[in-house]
Each structure stands twice: as C-alpha cells, then as structure tokens.
C-alpha cells in the first residue's frame, strides 16, 4: 500500500489522476467496443488517452446523448462499461 501511495505521490504531477482511471478503467472499454472501427480512423485512435480527451465531447455526445455509438450492428457497452466511460468524462469536465 505505502509502495503504491509513494508511485502515486511520484507520478502525480506528469500523470493525473484522470489519466491513471483512463489507462486502467476507460482504455479496456475502448479496446473493447470501439477501437475495431475506430482506431483504424485518422485521429480517432481513443486507446491513447491524449486522443480520447481530445474527442470527449464527441463521444459523450453520441454515446451518450444521441446514443447512436456503439451502433446498433455492434454489441452495446454494458451498465459497467457505460458507467466506467460516463465517469471518466464526468471527472475530465470537472478538472477544468
Ligand atoms: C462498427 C463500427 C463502429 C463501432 C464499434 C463504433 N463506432 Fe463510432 N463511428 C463509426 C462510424 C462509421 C462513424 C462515422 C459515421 C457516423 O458519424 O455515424 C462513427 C462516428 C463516431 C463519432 C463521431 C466522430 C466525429 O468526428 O464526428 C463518435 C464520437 C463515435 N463514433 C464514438 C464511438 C465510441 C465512443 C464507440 C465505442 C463506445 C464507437 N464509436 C464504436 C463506427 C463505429
């Protein structure tokens, strides 16, 4: 635990918080759901955190707005997918 607190209090001023949820929590969900179409779309590779922040507004719009993404041909994120995405865009807009 102290080992982790100490890696924590090292990386926090290169590594947000933010960042540290998207790596471990947001990342798998894109792999999972979107990064078959998407990754392959120029700028729109979300695996990579720097890019999925850029998009955020976007996304949150279609996934979670329009709901039109993922689309219907493609399995729906789950309530935990959805929730794990849903905070990460929460906390980002909180940030600034
Ligand atoms: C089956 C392929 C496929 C999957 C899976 C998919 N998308 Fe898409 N998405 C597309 C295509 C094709 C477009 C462009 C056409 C359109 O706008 O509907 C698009 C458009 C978008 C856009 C608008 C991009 C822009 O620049 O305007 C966003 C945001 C988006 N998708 C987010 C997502 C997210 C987030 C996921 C995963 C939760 C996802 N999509 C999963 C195919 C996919």
Redesign the pocket.
Known sequence: MNYIMSLITTFGPIFSSNQAYFEKNVRP??EA??A???AG?AG?D?TQYKSAKR?MS??N???FVLK????M??PA?TAQESSI?KSWIDSEKSEN
């Open positions: 969900v894109i759901k979107c078959s179409c998407h779309m729109q979300w998009a976007k996304i719009f279609r996934v039109n993404m993922p689309p041909s493609s994120l995405l």
